[in-house]
């Protein structure tokens, strides 16, 4: 079981920065692939990007980006807190929904079926 919580979500004006955090519970956290999802007002949760995990001895740490955030989300992760996090550069309004973390044992462009576990989601408001 793992249990996945969210925070660092904000208000914040078009051209700023936030980092996204996701906390994992669990000791095989380092095994996941960690994905960040959003859903936007109206909108159905799609893929935002993913970083691999790794095996006993480590590794891991590859990412896959949507398209549509290439440039500007960068993934990373520290397997030590059992932390994923999502940085989000020159935020557009268009950036505003709901961010959620999900753990999945797949890899590369995930879908929702994909997914074993998510977190309850951080809100990102974009204002112009």
């Known amino acids: 079981q793992v249990q996945l919580v969210e925070s660092g979500g904000g208000l914040v004006q078009a051209g700023g920065s936030l980092r996204l955090s996701c906390a994992a519970s669990?000791?095989?956290?380092?095994?996941?692939?960690m994905g960040w999802f959003c859903q936007a007002p109206g909108k159905e949760r799609e893929f935002v990007g993913a970083i691999s995990g790794g095996g006993p001895s480590g590794g891991g740490g590859s990412t896959y980006y949507a398209d549509s955030v290439k440039g500007r989300f960068t993934i990373s992760r520290e397997n030590d807190k059992n932390t994923v996090y999502l940085q989000i550069n020159s935020l557009k309004p268009e950036d505003t929904a709901l961010y959620y973390c999900?753990?999945?044992?797949?890899?590369?462009?995930?879908?929702?079926?994909?997914?074993?576990?998510w977190g309850q989601g951080t809100q990102v408001t974009v204002s112009s």
């Open positions: 999900a753990a999945t044992q797949k890899w590369g462009r995930l879908n929702l079926i994909d997914i074993d576990y």
């Open positions: 669990g000791r095989t956290f380092s095994y996941y692939t």
